[in-house]
């Protein structure tokens, strides 16, 4: 597993309660991002945002050194690295993305992008259906993300784009879920927006000893 020193803790303690993870730790952040030293993902402001999300890119090139060194199987890389597919290519390895969502949530959001429902309502407060999902879901407009509805284009917004498209073109997906919490999205994931999908979750259940742990996860 290659991870940032941040995520060491949680690895270890995997480890110790019998999983056999073999860990690399890769600095962060990069020496040219212009992030403090020792900062961690989750002390990041929105006006470190640029410098956090070219900090993830520079990741690329020792990342691409690693793989050509020990030549995994598949790279399972968070959805939040969209270049992995080009580093996976490079060396012929299939990239699977993870998501920490569910199916429902991930449908759900897709059905939202593709068919813009928020469009078709008079006020922020009307109720509309989004539309071709297995169960009727109603929302309002003060729901749905301002990157959605004022279509706004931002360092974000790029990414969510790059995200998307890596996606799409990756060998598959992971989420962190299981088939029999929602049967129906994660059939509709593979066979409506017909991707290659396994649900591997919840994660979090694997770790039996960690109940210290888990309340202070992440804010």
């Known amino acids: 597993m290659i991870v940032t020193p941040g995520f060491v803790e949680p690895v270890e303690r995997a480890r110790k309660s019998g999983f056999n993870i073999g860990i690399h730790v890769m600095k962060f952040p990069p020496e040219e991002s ?35 060194e020990f030549r995994p199987d598949c790279l399972v890389a968070d959805m939040l690295f969209p ?12 990239r699977l993305v993870f998501h920490g969502t569910s199916f429902l949530a991930f449908c ?5 992008r593709i068919y813009k429902p928020y469009k078709n309502v008079s006020s922020d407060l009307e109720e509309f259906v989004l539309p071709n999902l297995p169960h009727q879901l109603k929302f309002t407009r003060t729901q749905v993300p301002n990157f959605y509805r004022e279509e706004i284009e931002n360092e974000l917004t790029k990414l969510l784009t790059k995200v998307k498209e890596s996606e799409v073109r990756s060998y598959g997906v992971l989420f962190n879920s299981f088939y029999e919490l929602e049967p129906d999205y994660a059939d509709h994931y593979r066979k409506v ?3 290659n999908a396994w649900h591997i979750g919840p994660l979090l ?12 996860r992440g804010k």
């Not at 759900?108 to 939202?112: D, N, Q």
């Not at 259940?205 to 202070?216: A, V």
């Open 83 to 94: 270049w992995a597919n080009d580093a996976a290519a490079k060396f012929d390895i299939p």
């Open 193 to 195: 927006l017909r991707r």
């Open 205 to 216: 259940l694997c770790n039996k000893g960690g109940e210290d742990y888990k309340g202070h």
């Open 34 to 68: 212009g992030l403090p030293h020792g900062i961690t993902s989750d002390q990041i402001s929105d006006d470190m945002l640029p410098m956090f999300l070219k900090s993830m890119d520079l990741l690329q090139e020792p990342l691409e050194k690693l793989l050509e």
């Open 108 to 112: 759900a959001s897709e059905h939202m």
